[in-house]
Structure formats: structure tokens, C-alpha cells
């Protein structure tokens, strides 16, 4: 019975699996115990790389909208459809018409990481978006102003610190991010059996919270308080010791005079902590022989996110653990992710603006939060057509209603994804791809971030059919016929221009970058390591990559301190009004908004539902389990209620990428279980100032029992 070795591309874990498979059928998927980073680890979720696979409901044949139905299309004529009405409206209305999304899955799709980060921007739309926007882009702005590129984001060196200060992240149910490290679990267990400390800083009492040596509650979106009162507490008692970082810092005083009025004493009523807390946090944390704090989701949704990530990096440098064993350090990855971005223009922030709101480009994106005013919006660059792939904003970005409703707007809509979702239910043409068994993989984005150095190649598990298309060929497809396919001359040179770059494919992409990386290796180098290579514990970068003009880390970048007075204020602020603080939370068997669709992941106890402490909860007259009617500005939605004392008082929580009851979708175990989109009430009005991330845990809410007839719908 044939065994292949691959990898789960289902999470930033990227663990080793093992498939079993006998003409064609999938009969088991497995950790790999020769996997180096994995070793044998797996988490529940992996059945969905089977799950996925055979599911009836994906699609295996393109699809295209006849009045409110899809129907099965051939490729050429689907392809067809596509590539004209994508071509007619840049004609008709220039390029920025045509705007594109791409999803979280992006990261995790080798032909989408190398020929579809490509032929998108060949469209030469400023109307770029993607999932990083709602994600991580607060982390890449203070990246970009504090080391001089945008995806020089350092992980932590979790397998060999003695202090793991985690703010706004949940490890061990998301499996990490932008930190690759598989079995997070037995990594967090040997920090505190090798005599390390492990410290929470959540609003919700987590299951990292719970395996962890201390837990603090914070109050929603002061993170960025509660870090710069760390760093003014340091500096104060003198614990500062940057050692022989000191040579690569710039602006130490101007940070020291930064954070000068953001004493603990003074930020102890916005986020809940006692002073004398945020003292003890301080030394202990100055005091560690090495020790990281590791900022994620939970940090970039408020309105300062940014500010949180520079307070991090900040703090870690201060205390001499940036760029060294045990702190916070920078991969050097195999394959050099920033080779490839600099190459297809990604590096830089603010060249650009939006048109309507004049929000600032990242990386060569904005921020997806004004997607819908874009589609709205008439004048010139108003966007009337959009190519989504893989990606469901309707669920996942901010306003989901006000973006469904935009999208039925659209002149022309394209959508390269595997299912009829919430999203793609407005294409006029949808193109599925092959399920993530059949293509060949390597992590060109994660393996940047990863906290052990590694490269894995690995091939494709099942054959592709011969009616079948990996997501690159049909987006590079689709770019040529867009390019070229406009009159009969140039439309005679596709298969001549597709045959070329279909020679050197995504793997070859990787070779190049594989053979001009740090560690000089090969595609079938790779190839003959079937489980992996691992390449070594983190090592010392900062020599060789800083990138800003004098090569030094800026400690105190000025658009971050001229944001200090905004801080204070919203600091200020944060007790006043009686409304909750709605935040965000995730679950070891879903991942965001495409995992619902499997009977082995969405069984059991409904997770859909509204955490409230059960003082709040009797404040509103709700028991567990009943229907809550949850309003924010921008709209009001119910969901079954939770009560747990895990959750502070004042803040409610629920999690993203349910609702999947909209119509016109073709997801039938998703629909059955198909809870509520907390993103219906999210507010796209509510970013990070500095990089436009979605702010989903600054979002206020009113509580009140949902009226009977709520309850009967
Ligand atoms: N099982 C599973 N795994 C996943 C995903 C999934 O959906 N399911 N999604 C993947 C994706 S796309 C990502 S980006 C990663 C994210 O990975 P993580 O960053 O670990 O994300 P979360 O698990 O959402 O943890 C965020 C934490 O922030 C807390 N939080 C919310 N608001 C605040 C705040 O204002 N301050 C502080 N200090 N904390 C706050 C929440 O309570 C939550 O515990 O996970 C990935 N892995
Ligand atoms: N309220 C709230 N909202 C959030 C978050 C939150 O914490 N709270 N988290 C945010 C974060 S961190 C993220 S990353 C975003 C995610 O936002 P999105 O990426 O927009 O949403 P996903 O749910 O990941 O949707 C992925 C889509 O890709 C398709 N797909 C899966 N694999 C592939 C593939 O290999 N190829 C193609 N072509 N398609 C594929 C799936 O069918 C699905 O339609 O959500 C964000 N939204
Ligand atoms: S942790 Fe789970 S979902 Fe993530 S890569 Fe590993 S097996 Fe896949
Ligand atoms: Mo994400």
C-alpha cells in the first residue's frame, strides 16, 4: 500500500504527515514520526487534509453564474468568461478597476506564494487586499520602521528561553503563528520543566493560559499601555541591558523620553492591572537570563496595534534579547522570503493611498476594511470587478454584510477557490483548484518564520486528473488570456509563453530561491530528503539584515511616538461607556471560515457561541445556553450564550468564520451547522491607525436577552 510523506498545510504548524493511499483512495493520514520539526505530532485538525479531499461538496469542475445559479462550465469556456470580463472592464475603466483579494490559504499554497502572488500584480491594481489586513500587517509596519523591511518580523526562540511573556495569542489552540513550531503543547511544557516561566496576558483565561505559570486579564486593546509602562518601569530602575546589541541600536534616549508619561501607575486603570503588578511583570521579566515577549492576533486588532508590536520589539531589544539565543531572533530561512518580495515589489509601506477613505498601502496592499466603500464608492478607480483567491471576506473581514452586499455590485467577479461559499456565491465564474494531496509543497512564507531553520520539499501525494488545475496554472491561465488574449496576434503567443513558465513551475521558483539562499541547497537536494531537513537552531542575523538607512534598529520610530498622544487618550477612555469589549477566539477543530464543512471537525458541543462572565451574565437576565442579542454601530446578531468566570467582566467573546446559513452556497455540513457571523457586526470604521488592520477587539457591544421571536428564527 503505497506511503507518501507530505506536509499538513492546514495551519502555520506545517507538521510532517504520512498518507496512506491505495489507488487513489486516501485510506489514512498520519504524523510523521521522521518529520525533524514535528517529529510524529499532529493535532485533531489534520483529518481535514482528508476531509477535504473527498468531500462531495468541493468542487471539481468550474462553475459559472447563469441568473442566480452556478452550473458546471468546461475550463476553456469558464477560463474564457473569466479572462473577458475581467479584460472588459480594465479597457472600459482603467486598471484599478479591477480589484483582488487573496486569502489566508495563500500562505500555505506554493503555487500561490509563486505564480499567483506574480500574475496578480501584473494586473497592476492599487486595489490589492488580502487576509493581512485583518491579520498581521501592525507587525510588518513596526518591522518595516524598526529593522527597514517589512517581513523582517522576529519569532521567538521558544525552544531555548528561560522567560515566554505571550500577549494576545493562544498557542496552544492556534498552534502558533508567525512562529512555526509544531506541538506547541510539549515545547511550552519543556520551557517550565527547564526551570522557565510562562506568562499570559489575555482577557480570557486561555488553554495557554491555563498550562501557564500566571495568567493576567487585560482590558481589551491596552496592550499597547500595558508594554510601554513595562519599558518605562525598566528604564526607571536601570534593568535596561542591551549588551552587545547596544552597537545596532539607534534612538535609545528618544524611546527613554517616549514612554516617559506611561508609568505603570498611570496606565493601571485602563487595562485592569494594579501598578504594582505591572512592576513585577517588568523586573521579572528584565531580570530572566533570556527571555522573549511574543505579541500576536489579539495585539494587531486594536486600534494601536502597531504600537503594541514596536513596544515588544522594543522591549525585547532593551533587555538584550533581540537577535539572540532564548529571546527573539530572525529565521534564515533556505529560501529567502524577502528575495521573493522584493523581487515582486511586496517590501515598503505608505507609496500609496486608497481612493476613498486614504488609508496607506503595506507591502503593496490596503487595508481590505475599505474594500466595500471601494465598490461603492463612484467616481474614477471605483472598483467594478474583483478576483478573489482563497479567501471568504463576507466572513472574515470586518462589516461582512456591507462587503456581501458590495460584492452583488460587481460588474464582473472571479473566484479561485474549491468551494460555493458565503464569498464565491457572488462570482460569475468560479475556478476550483485541486485539493492540497495533489500538489507538490514546500513553505516558502512560514518556514521564514519558523523557530528551528528547516526546508521540506515535498510531492504531490495523488495524481492530478486530467480535467483538473492547481491554482497556479489557472491564474496564470487566466493572466494571459487577460494580457494577451485581446486580439488574434498576441493571443496565438499564449501557448508558447505558458509552455516556458510552466517549464520552471512553482518548484523551480523554489530552486532558484533554494540555490541562492543562506544555505546554498536544491530542489532535489530536497527531494532526497522526503522528511525534511533541519538546518539548525536560530542564529544571530542582525549584522546582515537590518535594513534601514544607517543599519541600525530604530528604537523609536516618529510616526510611532507622534501616535503617543492618540494612545493616552484612547488610554483614557477605555472605562468610560457600559458597553462589553467584543474579542475574537479560535478552536483546535475550525480554522477560520473553511473547515465547517467536515462532519469529523464541526460534531459535538456547538462552539459558536458568546462567552460572558457570569456577572455580566446576570446583569442582562442570561442563563447558559440562552439566545443573546449582541449590537454594535454597526449592527445587531444573536448567539447562544456561554457563561465562564475564564472570561474578565466587560468583555464578551466570540468566534469568526461562522454563518454559514446566507443561501446560494453549496457547503451542506456547513450549512447545517451554520451559528453566527460575529464579523456581521464587526466595524470596518475600526482600524490599527498606523497600518489598517481591522480592529476586531476594539468593537463595543450592548447585551440584552434576544426577544422570543429572535430566539424562534
Ligand atoms: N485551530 C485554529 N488554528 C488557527 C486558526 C483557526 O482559526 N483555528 N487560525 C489561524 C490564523 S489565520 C491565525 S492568524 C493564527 C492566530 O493565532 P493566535 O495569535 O494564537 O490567535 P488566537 O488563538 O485568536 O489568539 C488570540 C488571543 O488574543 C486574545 N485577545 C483578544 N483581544 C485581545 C486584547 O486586546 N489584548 C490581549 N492581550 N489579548 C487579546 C484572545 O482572547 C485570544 O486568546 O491562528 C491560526 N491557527
Ligand atoms: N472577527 C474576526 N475576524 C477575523 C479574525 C478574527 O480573529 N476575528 N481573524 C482574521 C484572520 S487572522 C485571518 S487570516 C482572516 C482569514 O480570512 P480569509 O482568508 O478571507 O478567510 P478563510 O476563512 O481563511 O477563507 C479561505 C478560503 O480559501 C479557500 N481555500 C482553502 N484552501 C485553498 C487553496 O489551496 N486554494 C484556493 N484557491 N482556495 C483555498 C476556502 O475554501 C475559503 O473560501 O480572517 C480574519 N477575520
Ligand atoms: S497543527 Fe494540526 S492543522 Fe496545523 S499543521 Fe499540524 S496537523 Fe495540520
Ligand atoms: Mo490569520
Not at 468531500?55 to 473577458?84: F, N, Y
Not at 458590495?406 to 460569475?428: F, G, I, K, P
Amino acid at each position: 500500500m503505497p506511503r507518501h510523506h507530505a506536509t499538513c498545510t492546514l495551519c502555520e504548524a506545517a507538521c510532517g504527515i504520512v498518507v496512506e493511499e491505495e489507488r487513489g483512495k486516501v485510506l489514512s493520514v498520519r504524523g510523521d514520526p521522521d518529520d525533524p520539526m514535528s517529529r510524529g505530532y499532529v493535532c485533531p485538525k489534520v483529518v481535514g487534509m482528508q476531509g477535504l479531499h473527498d468531500d462531495p461538496d468541493r468542487l471539481r469542475t468550474p462553475l459559472i453564474r447563469r441568473g442566480d445559479k452556478h452550473v458546471a462550465a468546461s475550463w476553456d469556456e469558464a477560463l474564457g468568461v473569466a479572462a473577458d470580463g475581467l479584460r472588459r472592464v480594465r479597457d472600459e475603466h482603467g486598471k484599478d478597476a479591477v480589484a483582488v483579494y487573496q486569502g489566508n490559504p495563500t500562505a500555505h499554497n506554493l503555487g500561490l506564494m509563486t505564480f499567483g502572488q506574480a500574475v496578480l500584480r501584473t494586473l497592476g491594481t492599487k486595489n490589492l487586499f488580502s487576509a493581512s489586513s485583518t491579520d498581521q500587517v501592525p507587525h510588518m509596519r513596526a518591522a518595516h520602521e524598526m529593522f527597514g523591511h517589512v517581513f523582517y518580523m522576529p519569532v521567538p526562540d521558544i525552544d531555548r528561553t528561560d522567560h515566554l511573556l505571550v500577549v494576545g495569542a493562544n498557542p496552544l489552540v492556534s498552534n502558533g503563528s508567525i512562529m512555526t513550531a509544531p506541538d506547541m503543547k510539549r515545547r511550552l511544557e519543556a520551557i517550565r520543566s527547564r526551570g522557565g516561566r510562562v506568562v499570559v496576558v489575555d482577557p480570557r483565561r486561555t488553554e495557554t493560559a491555563k498550562a501557564a505559570n500566571e495568567h493576567v486579564f487585560i482590558r481589551p486593546s491596552t496592550d499597547a499601555g500595558l508594554l510601554l509602562a513595562m519599558i518605562h518601569q525598566i528604564f526607571r530602575e536601570r534593568l535596561e541591558r542591551p549588551g552587545t546589541l547596544l552597537r545596532h541600536l539607534a534612538q535609545l534616549d528618544e524611546l527613554r523620553d517616549a514612554v516617559k508619561d506611561f508609568s505603570p501607575k498611570a496606565v493601571a486603570t485602563a487595562t485592569g492591572i494594579d501598578a504594582a503588578k505591572i512592576v513585577s511583570l517588568a523586573r521579572t521579566f528584565a531580570k530572566a537570563d533570556r527571555a522573549v515577549c511574543y505579541v500576536r492576533v489579539g495585539t494587531c486588532h486594536q486600534e494601536h496595534g502597531t504600537l503594541v508590536s514596536w513596544a515588544a520589539y522594543a522591549l525585547n531589544a532593551i533587555t538584550g534579547n533581540l537577535d539572540r539565543e532564548g529571546g527573539s531572533m530572525w529565521t534564515t530561512p533556505a529560501a529567502e522570503l524577502v528575495w521573493i518580495a522584493d523581487l515582486v515589489g511586496l517590501a515598503g509601506q505608505g507609496r500609496f493611498k486608497s481612493r476613498v477613505r486614504g488609508l496607506e498601502e503595506v507591502a503593496g496592499e490596503l487595508p481590505v476594511a475599505c474594500l466595500a466603500e471601494e465598490i461603492e464608492t463612484p467616481g474614477k478607480g471605483q472598483v467594478r470587478a474583483l478576483i478573489t483567491s482563497a479567501g471568504n471576506p463576507v466572513l472574515s473581514a470586518p462589516n461582512g454584510r456591507r462587503i456581501d452586499a458590495a460584492l452583488a455590485r460587481l460588474t464582473h467577479m472571479v473566484s479561485v477557490d474549491s468551494y460555493l461559499n458565503e464569498t464565491t456565491r457572488h462570482a460569475h465564474v468560479i475556478l476550483p483548484p485541486v485539493s492540497p494531496l495533489q500538489r507538490s509543497h514546500y513553505d516558502l512564507a512560514l518556514a521564514a518564520f519558523s523557530v528551528r531553520n528547516h526546508a521540506k520539499l515535498t510531492l504531490p501525494v495523488l495524481p492530478q486528473g486530467k480535467n483538473e488545475r492547481q491554482d497556479w496554472e489557472i491564474l496564470l491561465e487566466l493572466g494571459l488570456r487577460i494580457h494577451l488574449g485581446g486580439n488574434p496576434v498576441s493571443r496565438a503567443t499564449i501557448p508558447g509563453v505558458r509552455a516556458g513558465l510552466a517549464r520552471l513551475g512553482p518548484e523551480g521558483v523554489v530552486d532558484l530561491a533554494l540555490r541562492t539562499g543562506p544555505h546554498k541547497l536544491s530542489a532535489d537536494m530536497l527531494r532526497g530528503h522526503p522528511h525534511g531537513l533541519d538546518l539548525g537552531p536560530l542564529e544571530s542575523r542582525v549584522t546582515e539584515i537590518l535594513r534601514t538607512r544607517d543599519k541600525k534598529v530604530h528604537l523609536a520610530p516618529k510616526p510611532f511616538v507622534a501616535e503617543l498622544p492618540h494612545l493616552a487618550a484612547s488610554l483614557a477612555d477605555a472605562t468610560k461607556g457600559d458597553e462589553l469589549l467584543l474579542i475574537g477566539r479560535r478552536h483546535l477543530r475550525s480554522n477560520n471560515s473553511w473547515l465547517h464543512n467536515d462532519e469529523r471537525l464541526v460534531k459535538g458541543r456547538a462552539r459558536c457561541t458568546l462567552l460572558l462572565h457570569p456577572r455580566d451574565a446576570a446583569r442582562f437576565g442570561l442563563v447558559d445556553g440562552a439566545l443573546a442579542q449582541v449590537t454594535s454601530a454597526r449592527g445587531s446578531v444573536t448567539f447562544p450564550v456561554e457563561i465562564t468566570e475564564d472570561i474578565m467582566p466587560g468583555v464578551a467573546s466570540a468566534p469568526h468564520g461562522w454563518g454559514h446559513d446566507r443561501g446560494g452556497t453549496r457547503m451542506r455540513v456547513a450549512e447545517a451547522h451554520a451559528g453566527t457571523s460575529v464579523n456581521d457586526i464587526t466595524d470596518d470604521r475600526l482600524l490599527d491607525r498606523l497600518s489598517g488592520n481591522a480592529a476586531f477587539s476594539s468593537v463595543r457591544v450592548k447585551i440584552a436577552a434576544a426577544a422570543h421571536s429572535a430566539a424562534a428564527e
